[in-house]
């Protein structure tokens, strides 16, 4: 199996950490800084051998915060730059995560989700950080999240959300369940050429014309790294486009902020991608996301051959939330069905867009994933309601 | 068609590693689906350990198995904990070294390979799951011999390549040899 060392074009089995790590490697990751943590620890193994067979930089880094530090500055210096943890590594992250919202550094990062809070269930999946995700840094802001529910997506979507960071200038994080970090399945990788990536926007002017925080009409600055001979200085304070510190003016914090806000919020319907099936005509819809959406999946099939008109909504984007999918689908059914495996999270989303239509909400913690027929019980009980 | 195979043992047997096998034959060699789950106990040597392995021609939407067609106890404790999991007929293959008291009564097919008796035989006992492919290729038919035979060779170290296809040929033909008694 010689292959190309940044693409291994071909079929494998592979497990999902490992194809995360080998998405972000076909996406162009020239750096990843880590610590190892239970169910994302493979992720962190595969980039230690990966990372210098594809002249890429890998760091063990003392801790989550140094992490989260560490891949924004690499963004900064030029690369493409990773990081992967789970729930309390994730937290630790959360300070630096608003810090590269407020750069505007692309950068990736990667939580396989276990049971929580605190410590947890280390080597059980859960999906308890979904509105972590969204909401864990302090102050307003709007991030990208995508939430793979097969080895292969662990693949593609790795790469999506580097070409969403690039594109956006924003963390783009890929939010998976344990169970599906751990699952060994097929992947197919596909030649280099296939692969489609995309790189940062780069100034057009020269040094001295560049106003480093100035967007473009799709709200994003073009990004000009250290060492490239631009003048750039870059803070999480409040600043104007020239990147300085401008933090009495109310109405430099206003524009900076909701541009932050809108250059992902007016970009939407380019970052939301949905999986629908048997929606047509469905009196029932699940909405499910990560692993769970498989159970739906199967739940939604018996539930045809019983003779109840299901269908299934996958969130394959998570943040931002498919408002628009969700409400065009809650005018057109009896009821709605979202399994997770939280106590109650994008659930909360799912009703605050759905309004009037009855939303049964399906809880799963522990570890294991809902299985069909417990999916199923509820689309019956949905129903006849 | 859907077919769910547990393995059930103890750490240190390469209970996982046999899993990967028959996951890896099936869907980068042969043309199939293959899913593959497991658990285990924080211990590395003698705890718990049970791989799970899907295999379909079809799409596979849920990943784990509810109800075994078939299950290979390499532990007495495997036996205890997944015997009754089984679906009604499904193929029970047992190493009878490991199982011994097995309870009667059972609508199951059973097949005793002793499979680690057979390793030793070979001098490694650490071969004993890939005797216990061997049979397992041989009862249930599921696999293209050269399909598992590559898979074994992608799956274990360079060095110990020949020893472990000599112990899937071992276990192969004793899976026969019980299918024509």
Known sequence: MTMHREVLTGKHLMQGDIACAEGAIAAGCKFFAGYPITPATEITERMARRMIEVDGMFVQMEDELASMAAIIGASWAGAKAMTATSGPGFSLMQENIGLAVMTETPCVVVNIMRGAPSTGLPTEGAQQDVMQCKWGSHGDYEIIALAPASVQEMFDLTIECFNFAETYRAPTFLLADGFTGHLWERVVIPSREEIKTVERKKPIVPADKYVPFKPDEDLVPPMACFGEGYRVHVTGLTHDELGYPKTTDPKIQHELVNRLCEKIRKNSDKIIRTYKFMLEDADVAVIAYGIPSRSSLNAVKRAREAGIKAGLLRLITVWPFPEKQVEELSNHVKAIVVPEMNCGQVVREVERVAKETPVHFSSKIGGEPHSPSEIFEVIRRAAKA | ?181
């Open chain 2, 1 to 181: 068609m859907r077919v769910e195979i547990r393995i059930g043992g103890f750490g240190g047997q390469g209970i996982i590693r046999t899993g990967l096998i028959l996951a890896t034959a099936s869907c980068v060699y042969g043309d199939k689906n293959a899913i593959q789950t497991a658990s285990y106990g924080p211990e590395s040597r003698g705890g718990r350990c049970r791989s799970e392995v899907i295999i379909s021609d079809e799409d596979i939407d849920f990943p784990k198995v509810e109800h075994p067609d078939i299950l290979v106890a390499m532990s007495k404790e495997a036996y205890l904990q997944y015997v009754d999991d089984l679906k009604e007929n499904g193929i029970l293959i047992v190493d009878p070294d490991l199982v011994p008291n097995k309870r009667e009564n059972l609508k199951v097919r059973m097949y005793e390979v002793p499979a680690t008796k057979i390793a030793e035989g070979l001098g490694k006992k650490i071969v004993a799951n890939v005797v216990m492919i061997g049979a397992f290729a041989a009862i249930t038919n599921l696999f293209g011999l050269e399909h598992l035979k590559e898979s074994i060779r992608h799956n274990v170290p360079k060095a110990f390549i020949k020893l472990n296809l000599t112990a899937f040929e071992k276990g192969y033909e004793y899976g026969k040899s019980l299918l024509k008694s």
